[in-house]
């Protein structure tokens, strides 16, 4: 079957970096995504891995290593708005993204 | 860019009526458009995929008479929730894919509407 596991939950501090975990398991493989989900909107687009490796994009970095089905999400100079849900997305071999329920990001002053 | 809108942002209606909610792509072409479903504190739940010109192909479960979609151009979708009733209220989102050729990143990148929230009473 496919499944995605992240932390249900975090809690971080304005100011610090935090790092949001992600394995996953899929019918073949074509990239990962991450969206982040304020609480009653909709997602928003924050990255895409499709090689191994490290994406840096601002205070936001998206890590990949596809032989292990893992990434991570690391979140630099946390400020109180990035308090939300991260959502972990492989996408699967007929180009279907796979959704968990993500994980709730607390950010506390 | 790739900024995707819904219409209404929210509805309430009474159980029976129709409702229909537009989705459109408002400076990219859309390949394909893809509408969700998602009820409190859960996961994304796909409910079908459309591509311009075609009939949308829904997901196990999804009622394709209840839920109507149409995608008549390559910037707009719409779904219809026919009969609605109490079950059917939800946070209602679409979501669209550029135009292979128009992106640098990927064109399998899903660019999501602000949703809709709807209330069937």
């Known amino acids: 079957g496919q499944n995605i596991d992240q932390p249900t939950e975090m809690t971080a501090t304005e100011g610090a970096i935090v790092q949001i975990n992600c394995t996953y398991q899929?019918?073949?493989?074509?990239?990962l995504f991450w969206y982040q989900q304020h609480a009653g909107e909709a997602p928003t687009f924050l990255s895409y891995?499709?090689l191994d490796g490290l994406e840096e994009k601002g205070r936001f970095s998206s890590f990949l290593s596809r032989s292990k089905g893992y990434s991570y999400l690391l979140l630099k100079e946390l400020q109180m708005k990035d308090s939300a849900s991260y959502l972990c997305a492989p996408m699967d071999s007929n180009y279907q993204l796979i959704w968990g329920a993500g994980t709730k990001l607390i950010i506390k002053p | 860019g790739a900024v995707v809108s819904q219409h209404p942002s929210r509805v309430i209606c009474k159980s029976g009526t129709s409702v229909k909610i537009e989705c459109r792509s408002l400076?990219?072409?859309?390949?394909?458009m893809f509408w969700y479903r998602q009820f409190p504190k859960q996961s994304l739940m796909l409910m079908a995929t459309s591509n311009e010109g075609s009939k949308a192909t829904y997901e196990q479960g999804v009622e394709k008479d209840k839920f109507l979609i149409n995608h008549a151009s390559l910037t707009l979708s719409t779904l219809t929730v026919t009969s609605a009733h109490p079950e059917d209220s939800s946070f209602y989102i679409c979501s669209a894919t550029l135009h292979p050729g128009q992106t640098k990143t990927s064109t399998d990148t899903q660019y999501f509407g602000p949703g809709t929230r709807l209330t069937v009473l």
């Open positions: 891995n499709v």
């Open positions: 400076d990219f072409q859309a390949t394909t």
């Open positions: 899929t019918s073949g493989f074509n990239g």
